[in-house]
């Protein structure tokens, strides 16, 4: 069986974070998801692109992409941030939050891009 | 009392940071933040909050917030920070002592 597969990529400044939140939503809902599950989904994929956006006029691209699997949902969100303005903020690290919420959140750093990964089981 | 509508992030945090700050610039000591109507807040809009509560007791302040059920009260569950904050579930608590 094939995943369904979405992708989005927008412009690293944080007025689009929004559209983050909507697209990574509408998909958690799609793949059936109660609505707790996709505020957690939506928060997660949030800070995520947070972490990769700079100030208006910045030139990166953050990439979030899903798959639809048989046994699973998975939210991989690619840009350019290393997370190093967590340190500056004084609320929770952006890290930790995903973590908390998708304990299974993998981080991978590789040729300038970091790569934020987590999944959901299907059918509870 | 300040009513936050909508959605708090990175983007919109810097618009409360600067409400609350000139809130307390102006000699507010008692401020109750109501979250009721809010949608979204990540960890920016706690950066915000607690950065509000830091500077609210250097002035022997007190910040409350109003915050009932739902996305938001669960992001300051899960960051243990409804145990830093004090949370009412209605206005009326809040704002009453």
């Keep these: ?124 | 009392m300040l009513d936050i509508v909508g959605e708090v992030d990175l983007y919109t945090a810097p618009a409360l940071r600067d409400r609350i700050a000139s809130l307390i610039d102006g000699g507010v000591r008692r401020l109750v933040v109501n979250l009721e109507e809010v949608g979204f807040l990540d960890s920016s809009g706690l950066g915000v909050l607690i950065g509000a509560l830091r500077r609210l007791k250097e002035h022997d302040g007190v910040l409350r917030l109003v915050c009932n059920e739902g996305s938001t009260l669960k992001v300051l569950t899960v960051t243990g920070l409804d145990k830093v904050f004090q949370i009412h579930t209605d206005l009326g608590s809040a704002t009453a002592s």
Excluded: W
């Excluded at chain 1, 929004?18 to 609505?35: L, N």
């Excluded at chain 1, 998708?102 to 509870?124: I, K, Q, Y």
């Design chain 1, 1 to 124: 069986m094939t995943a369904d597969s979405f992708f989005l990529e927008i412009p690293a400044v944080a007025v689009y974070l929004g559209t983050a939140r909507s697209f990574s939503s509408q998909i958690a809902r799609h793949a059936g998801f109660d609505e707790p599950t996709v505020e957690d989904v939506k928060l997660a994929v949030s800070e995520a692109c947070a972490g990769s956006v700079g100030p208006l006029g910045s030139n990166g691209r953050v990439v979030v992409r899903s798959s639809l699997e048989p046994r699973l949902v998975a939210f991989e969100v690619e840009g350019t941030g290393d997370f190093a303005a967590d340190g500056s903020q004084e609320g929770p690290a952006r890290i930790d939050l995903i973590r908390t919420l998708f304990p299974d959140t993998s981080f991978a750093r590789h040729e300038g891009l970091t790569t934020v990964r987590f999944t959901l089981p299907l059918g509870g």
